[in-house]
């Protein structure tokens, strides 16, 4: 499958407890973004990516929120202390290139529960 | 802020009609891109226009853009209910610190009655 990977596909997780979601991206790329996706909603971007660095955390919350893409393995973000409204759809996106408007390719997403 | 807005929000038609989505945007943009989304599924890519151009088509999809109306439209032909889903647009920003980015709309959820 040389698709965008995630998982896992589904993650259930008491209030205060950490939540890692995991993203593989396509062959071949090394920029990464993440979104997430309320009910009824478009959607946001969090973070982008290139292997072992940041290039944009703007939309990414300012506490409890962090993202790493290593040499080695695949991107994850990770949520501490998760609260109810942290419950949402965690998308993972790839392109080749990083350019503005280049085509991303979307994984299945991770789907949060936070109870 | 938000970059794209999709109008209707839904839309329920029979197999055979055409569907038309329409999408507007605030901000000078690269390009605009199409996405769907099945019921709990990530996206699918669909189509890209580039700021440079006014239409495109792909197989039963025909987009518009009028960047003087900061505006895009999504037609779908002979509907079938398998094309039953969520569609987004997203747009791409002009310079800024935003390389990358994509700026989704809400979605219009369209439903096609077999």
């Known amino acids: 499958n040389a698709g965008v990977m995630q998982n896992p596909r589904h993650l259930v997780r008491r209030r205060g407890q950490e939540a890692r979601l995991r993203c593989s991206p396509m062959?071949?790329?090394?920029?990464v973004y993440w979104y997430r996706q309320l009910p009824e909603e478009g959607l946001k971007f969090m973070v982008y990516l290139q292997k072992e660095n940041i290039i944009d955390e703007s939309g990414m919350p300012k506490e409890r929120f962090s993202a790493e893409f290593p040499k080695e393995g695949p991107s994850i973000l990770r949520i501490q202390q998760v609260v109810r409204g942290d419950s949402a759809a965690y998308f993972c996106a790839s392109s080749l290139r990083g350019l503005a408007g280049e085509e991303q390719y979307f994984g299945p997403g991770t789907r949060l529960t936070v109870t | 802020s938000q970059q794209g807005e999709e109008d209707p929000q839904a839309l329920s038609i029979q197999e055979g009609e055409n569907a038309t989505m329409n999408c507007s945007y605030k901000t000078s943009i690269n390009n605009l891109q199409w996405y769907r989304q099945n019921s709990g599924r990530g996206l699918v890519h669909l189509i890209l226009?580039?700021?440079?151009?006014r239409e495109k088509h792909s197989g039963r999809l025909r987009v518009t853009l009028d960047t003087s109306k900061k505006s895009s439209s999504l037609l779908i032909t002979a509907s079938r209910a398998a094309d039953t889903a969520s569609y987004f647009c997203a747009t791409s920003q002009v310079g800024g610190s935003t390389l990358g980015r994509l700026y989704f709309g809400r979605g219009t959820q369209l439903t096609v009655w077999p």
């Open positions: 226009i580039r700021s440079n151009e």
């Open positions: 062959k071949g790329h090394s920029h």
